[in-house]
């Protein structure tokens, strides 16, 4: 019973800080441009090692074992939707 409490609480303030991210809005210009540059446009972990065109290793893409990733792609999202929709800004070179 204890232990079903003590992951209770674990996932509380973890869950917090989501709903957080989550109601976070973009209107300032160069907090946008910074979360389009600090958070990747896809996952930086994965990795294909090959020798001599033969794949010998496959590291998959570990950025699903963030909590927050989902919450961090979103925001990322809206900055790129506020560059492009109300700056007016080419956002290609974010992606």
């Known amino acids: 019973m204890q232990l079903v409490n003590l992951i209770t609480l674990a996932k509380t303030p973890l869950q917090s800080l989501r709903t957080w991210l ?7 210009y160069k ?9 990747p446009s896809r996952c930086p972990f994965e990795r294909k090692i090959t020798f ?6 496959q590291i998959p893409p570990l950025c699903k074992l ?7 792609v979103m925001l990322r999202y809206k900055s790129l939707v506020y560059l492009a929709d109300e700056c007016g800004e080419d956002v290609t070179v974010y992606c």
């Open 52 to 57: 001599f065109n033969y794949t010998i290793l």
């Open 66 to 72: 963030n909590p927050f990733y989902e919450q961090l």
């Open 31 to 39: 907090l946008a441009q910074f979360l389009c540059k600090f958070v």
């Open 22 to 28: 989550e109601s976070l809005e973009v209107h300032n």
